[in-house]
């Protein structure tokens, strides 16, 4: 299995409310939540953590799910949110300034 | 039922302050005839105490943080504030009147990832606008920044207030708007000054101009479903509460005082003698303000407009009673729809009566209050 490295972009709004993570595209304001499986990866995704760690790590033992189970998961719900930007995917480490300047888009200098 | 709509009442239920409107200013490079604000410095924040508040804040739940003044851009430090925010994953609104928004500045907002920027512009006629803002030359800085925020791809929105001196421009406004290719909104409340002086309210238009804007589908959208009569309010209307001040959101003035509403200046507290949690769940007013549900409002409870009437609590209070109605949105209920209200009925009064000005809370803040 390739490795995947998952980054949030920094053009995003998040807060924690009563367990469930909200999430907002600051450039076209798509809303989301995030449930406490996502919310716990959401949290993980520093860049340099490959996702079969994060899930391994953070996930199978606070939620009762197999690790394909889990991996599966994980993969889909990464793919949807880096769709909409949110989520920076690389097959390689990311940098903070890397993840930066990729999500600050059009008219960033 | 939206997304949103669902984490609001998740944030209700948790008595979450999901929202909060902060005024880093009261200094303004405008002097608007309408403006209910005291420009003086009487001690505003440091920069030091609103980067410790907006740590409070994201502690406390906020999601939204909105910047707004007096002019905010007076302050040397705003994009270092907005900085420290968005690094703390707010979602950051702005109200400015862009006057001294250059490439610069439109580029850091967009760089900082601030989501929306209001800007209120008075009219599509220069002559108007600066006629309103007093500051010859503003409308021609505040479009022209408009187009550098535009041209960074940030989501904007002019803010215009419908007052006797430009009621004929607010379509001109809304064309403007759509030439721009930004998002328009129109109000037609003037507030009193903070210091009592009521004398801005007679810039206000009469309530018979209303039906006008109440009849225009680019602003309301369905006229007939916006000015149909209220239905009979039903259990759930009589059991709801009035607004979003006090339950899921406040407003924080650049002398760290905390109100429910900015349009509601009930002093419940301040920062500078308590942590923003303390006051937020344990100030009486805010008790007070969150005690009150539609059926305890002794007048609106027995009006049939309650369940689609915008009755502010915060224009009540400063009628002198926030469980009384609200003068300005009884007019509204009536000439959006036809249908009297029951504080008309009460005053057995035919069309709404000239507002009650001697009643006016005087609103001072804190510091100069002495509290
Ligand atoms: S109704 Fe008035 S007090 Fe309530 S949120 Fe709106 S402006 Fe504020
Ligand atoms: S129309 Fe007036 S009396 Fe009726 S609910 Fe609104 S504020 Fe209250």
């Known amino acids: 299995m390739r490795d995947v490295y998952i980054a949030r972009s920094s053009a995003i709004a998040s807060r924690v409310l009563a367990g469930e993570t909200m999430v907002m595209h600051v450039t076209d304001s798509t809303f989301f939540t995030l449930n406490e499986v996502a919310t716990a990866i959401w949290h993980a995704a520093d860049g340099v953590t490959p996702l079969a760690e994060i899930v391994t790590r953070n996930v199978c033992p606070n939620f009762e799910i197999t690790p394909q189970e889990a991996f599966a998961d994980a993969e889909e719900f990464v793919r949807e949110l880096a769709t909409h930007g949110i989520l920076q995917v690389s097959d390689h480490p990311m940098l903070a300034q890397a993840v930066l300047n990729q999500s600050s888009g059009a008219g960033a200098p | 039922m939206s997304l949103m709509y669902e984490m609001n009442n998740k944030a209700f239920d948790h008595g979450v302050p999901l929202s909060v409107h902060m005024d880093v200013t009261y200094r303004c490079n405008e002097r608007c005839v309408h403006c209910y604000l005291d420009h003086d410095d009487h001690g505003e924040m440091t920069t030091a105490e609103i980067k410790g508040i907006i740590d409070q804040l994201a502690e406390a739940g906020t999601f939204f943080l909105t910047f707004s003044g007096g002019e905010v851009f007076l302050r040397r430090d705003f994009l270092e504030l907005v900085a420290h925010a968005r690094k703390l994953l707010f979602n950051v609104k702005v109200k400015t009147n862009a006057v001294m928004i250059r490439e610069r500045e439109a580029q850091e907002l967009r760089r900082l990832g601030v989501e929306q920027i209001q800007i209120s512009v008075y009219s599509h ?35 215009n207030v419908l007052m006797n001196d430009n009621f004929d421009d607010y379509k001109g406004a809304q064309a403007l708007a759509e030439e721009l290719g930004v998002s328009y909104t129109l109000d037609p409340t003037v507030s009193p000054k903070m210091d009592g ?84 769940r344990n100030s009486t007013q805010l008790e007070d303000v969150r005690s009150i549900r539609a059926r305890d409002l002794p007048t609106c409870s027995g009006c049939g407009h309650v369940g689609t009437c915008s009755r502010c609590p915060g224009l009540a209070f400063m009628e002198g009673d926030m469980r009384g109605p609200s003068t300005v949105d009884c007019e509204k209920s009536f000439y959006r729809t036809g249908v009297p209200s029951a504080n008309m009925r009460r005053r057995g009064l035919e069309v709404p009566a000239p507002h009650p000005m001697q009643q006016l809370v005087q609103i001072a803040p804190a510091l100069v209050q002495g509290l």
């Open chain 2, 125 to 159: 006629r220069a002559e108007v606008h600066d006629a309103i803002t007093k500051l010859p030359g503003s409308w021609a800085r505040t479009t022209r920044a408009i187009r550098f925020l535009k041209d960074q791809g940030l989501k904007v929105t002019i803010a």
């Open chain 2, 197 to 280: 002086d009521h004398s801005i309210l007679s810039l206000r238009v009469p309530g018979t101009a209303l039906p006008t804007v109440f009849h225009d589908p680019s602003l309301v959208g369905d006229v007939a479903e916006y000015c149909a009569p209220p239905s009979a309010p039903g259990e759930d209307v009589l059991n709801g509460y009035p607004c979003s001040a006090g339950h899921t959101s406040c407003y924080i003035t650049p002398y760290a005082d905390v109100f429910p509403c900015v349009q509601f200046p009930l002093p419940s507290g301040n920062l500078r003698q308590q942590k923003f949690l303390d006051i937020w």
